[in-house]
């Protein structure tokens, strides 16, 4: 199994640009999650989906932050306008059923914005 | 409501030496909990699990007991190396279908 698979895994972005995270998780699992970790704010849960449908959202920051799952083996998520407060490394993780068994983390995306 | 508090890093230890970070946690019920290692640049993986009080999670010479009398789920190891220098998370299932996470306490050893 090749595990979860984040693109790119680092991107440097001027201010006001799109930004584009890609993620494909593990086969067969059913729940992904986005995370952004900082220095300041560690580990924050960004948004949950289940079974390909948004569960909770609630961590999303602002507007300008978006995310889809259109099929089992593809999440994205979507910063249109990015600003430097963005910089952050940004997890995609997925899980069977929730998080019982534990999650499977990507190696993240690191993004700059300057 | 449920949380999980870990011992504040940097703990630095030399090649070795015996290593116990301390985990305990707040919660109804009996949850599972976890330890979850992060590398330098790399994501988080799982290093142990335990499901249900009494029982031992190990991987890599590392190992941890749940506690249910003291909410205590420590990680130790008996002898470090300096390729264990990371940042160990725990954490517990669930709020809903997340995990709660500890802080992470970042491990140095020095050779």
């Known amino acids: 199994d090749a595990g979860v698979i984040q693109s790119p895994r680092h991107e440097v972005t001027e201010m006001g640009q799109e930004v584009t995270l890609r993620c494909k998780p593990i086969?067969?699992?059913?729940?992904l999650f986005w995370y952004r970790q900082t220095m300041m704010r560690g580990l924050e849960l960004l948004i949950y989906?289940?079974?390909?449908?948004?569960?909770?959202d609630s961590g999303m920051p602002e507007d300008r932050f978006s995310a889809k799952m259109p099929n089992a083996s593809f999440s994205t998520l979507k910063i249109q306008p990015s600003e430097p407060r963005d910089s952050a490394v940004y997890f995609c993780?997925?899980?069977?059923?929730?998080?019982?068994?534990?999650?499977?983390f990507g190696s993240g995306t690191r993004l700059t914005v300057v | 409501g449920d949380s999980v508090t870990q011992m504040e890093g940097p703990v630095t230890l030399s090649e070795e030496a015996f290593l116990t970070i301390n985990c305990t946690y707040t919660?109804?019920?009996?949850?599972?909990l976890f330890w979850y290692v992060q590398y330098p640049g790399e994501g988080l993986q799982l290093l142990l699990k335990?499901?249900?009080a009494d029982d031992k999670g190990s991987n890599k010479g590392f190992e941890a007991t749940y506690r249910k009398e003291t909410t205590s789920f420590h990680l130790e190891k008996g002898s470090v190396q300096v390729s264990d220098s990371a940042v160990y998370f725990c954490?517990?299932?669930?709020?809903?279908?997340?995990?709660?996470w500890g802080a992470g306490t970042k491990l140095i050893i020095k050779p």
């Open positions: 993780a997925s899980s069977w059923q929730g998080a019982n068994y534990g999650y499977t």
């Open positions: 086969s067969g699992h059913n729940s």
């Open positions: 989906f289940n079974n390909n449908v948004p569960i909770d």
């Open positions: 919660a109804t019920g009996y949850p599972s």
């Open positions: 335990a499901t249900k």
């Open positions: 954490a517990l299932c669930c709020r809903d279908y997340q995990l709660i």
